[in-house]
């Protein structure tokens, strides 16, 4: 039961560079969601979404992209990477809201 | 808006000390509450929730009450072990967002 799986593990960038972050899920979920987690700021919201074909801003969606094809799938995309984006990024997905979130085990990018 | 407040960290306990980490909210109506937990290394673990006003939450020998009255959701542990060591995250959910807000998060470290 692989649950959330993230990929790459770590990832380093040079400014002006552009990636996807994997992110998939074999329980069915319907929302899924990405995160960024930055030391002392907790985690903050990027993208999420209700069900494929259906995406929403979060709290800091700048400099990022998302799509939901399939339930399966929720890559993260940036655009043009850039040292503020050095963060530790985490995926996950969800029923329902209201019940519990599974995680994935992070991205860790550093941008230099 | 709505939002996590949760009691800054580190927090450093002898094995066998009771433990309390604060979580406040601000938040109209009647949001869902929930405590992660974050070991080294890893993604995100739900460890309890509530979803209405009085329900008590409780796994691991951790508990937390949703106290409408001090919008408060504090979690408690009467005796910690070294493997309780880890990054605490209050969070809440109201249907009317979609969105869990997370707060900053509590690191916990519990010595022999």
């Known amino acids: 039961n692989a649950g959330v799986t993230q990929t790459p593990k770590f990832q380093v960038l040079k400014t002006g560079q552009s990636m996807t972050l994997q992110c998939a899920q074999d329980?069915?979920?319907?929302?899924m969601s990405w995160y960024r987690q930055d030391p002392g700021m907790g985690l903050r919201l990027i993208h999420y979404?209700?069900?494929?074909?259906?995406?929403d801003q979060g709290e800091v969606p700048n400099g990022y992209n998302v799509s939901r094809s399939t339930t399966e799938d929720f890559p993260l995309r940036l655009l043009s990477a850039a040292p503020s984006q050095t963060s530790v990024y985490f995926c996950?997905?969800?029923?329902?809201?209201?019940?519990?979130?599974?995680f994935g085990q992070g991205t860790r990018l550093t941008v230099v | 808006g709505d939002s996590v407040t949760q009691m800054e960290g580190p927090v450093t306990l002898s094995e066998e000390a009771f433990l309390t980490i604060n979580c406040t909210y601000t938040?109209?109506?009647?949001?869902?509450l929930f405590w992660y937990v974050q070991y080294p290394g890893e993604g995100l673990q739900l460890l309890l929730k509530?979803?209405?006003?009085?329900d008590k939450g409780s796994n691991k020998g951790f508990e937390a009450t949703y106290r409408k009255e001090t919008t408060s959701f504090h979690l408690e542990k009467g005796s910690v072990q070294v493997s309780d060591s880890a990054v605490y995250f209050c969070?809440?959910?109201?249907?009317?967002?979609?969105?869990?807000?997370f707060g900053p998060g509590t690191s916990l470290s519990v010595i022999p």
């Open positions: 996950a997905s969800t029923w329902g809201m209201n019940t519990e979130a599974f």
């Open positions: 329980m069915n979920h319907e929302y």
């Open positions: 979404s209700v069900g494929a074909g259906i995406t």
């Open positions: 938040a109209t109506g009647y949001p869902s």
């Open positions: 509530a979803t209405k006003a009085d």
């Open positions: 969070a809440i959910f109201k249907t009317s967002y979609d969105k869990v807000i």
